[in-house]
T-cell receptor, first 115, second 114 residues
Framework: DAGITQSPRYKITETGRQVTLMCHQTWSHSYMFWYRQDLGHGLRLIYYSAAADITDKGEVPDGYVVSRSKTENFPLTLESATRSQTSVYYC??????????????FGPGTRLTVT | AQKVTQAQTEISVVEKEDVTLDCVYETRDTTYYLFWYKQPPSGELVFLIRRNSFDEQNEISGRYSWNFQKSTSSFNFTITASQVVDSAVYFCALSGEGDYKLSFGAGTTVTVRA
């Protein structure tokens, strides 16, 4: 599929388990982002990546790990899931070219529930 | 640090009424970029409009218009003649200079009743 995809779309896991959320984009965009959406907070940046093998923390990185070995993939791992990580997770990408005015393109989201 | 405030949590209107969404931002950057995104009930985030800090010209695009005022750090968004399909959560977002990261407001839920 063209564009940006996320898998799984829905996930229920137990506290303490490791969970990996996948993100794949077909545009070869340089930048990729992970956000979480919680009621009353809008979207908050977890991690982002400027290119393969370059990642950096966002606003709420604790409890999450990312990697980017290939430009098109940007997986997000919850090493030991906690109930506070129950949220909807969005992956986004944008190209390096142009100014910061360029918009980000978002995936469909992954709804994660930690029991 | 950057901050975006959307003071309106929910707005409910009747179809064909105009809807104005408020957005106030804080940044220390002299160059910055403002965006509005729409999130319909299906959940996807759809880009609507953008503006850079050097361009305070207000524009209209179809039923959408925006009012950017640097003096009050506001970037308000108006939907003219609202339709039921406009029912969604609307997010205002800010990106700083040399920084592709977005800081989002908490969102405003718009409900348009037939």
């Amino acid at each position: 599929d063209a564009g940006i995809t996320q898998s799984p779309r829905y996930k229920i896991t137990e506290t303490g388990r490791q969970v990996t959320l996948m993100c794949h984009q077909t545009w070869s965009h340089s930048y990729m982002f992970w956000y979480r959406q919680d009621l009353g907070h809008g979207l908050r940046l977890i991690y982002y990546s400027a290119a393969a093998d370059i990642t950096d923390k966002g606003e709420v990185p604790d409890g999450y790990v990312v990697s980017r070995s290939k430009t098109e993939n940007f997986p997000l791992t919850l090493e030991s899931a906690t109930r506070s990580q129950t949220s909807v997770y969005y992956c986004a990408s944008r190209d390096r070219t142009g100014t910061e005015l360029g918009e980000q393109y978002f995936g469909p989201g992954t709804r994660l529930t930690v029991t | 640090a950057q901050k975006v405030t959307q003071a309106q949590t929910e707005i409910s209107v009747v179809e064909k009424e105009d809807v104005t969404l408020d957005c106030v931002y804080e940044t220390r950057d002299t160059t910055y970029y403002l965006f509005w995104y729409k999130q319909p009930p299906s959940g996807e985030l759809v880009f609507l409009i953008r503006r850079n800090s050097f361009d305070e010209q207000n524009e209209i695009s179809g039923r959408y218009s925006w009012n950017f005022q640097k003096s009050t750090s506001s970037f308000n968004f108006t939907i003219t003649a609202s339709q039921v399909v406009d029912s969604a959560v609307y997010f205002c977002a800010l990106s700083g200079e040399g920084d592709y990261k977005l800081s989002f407001g908490a969102g405003t839920t718009v409900t348009v009743r037939a």
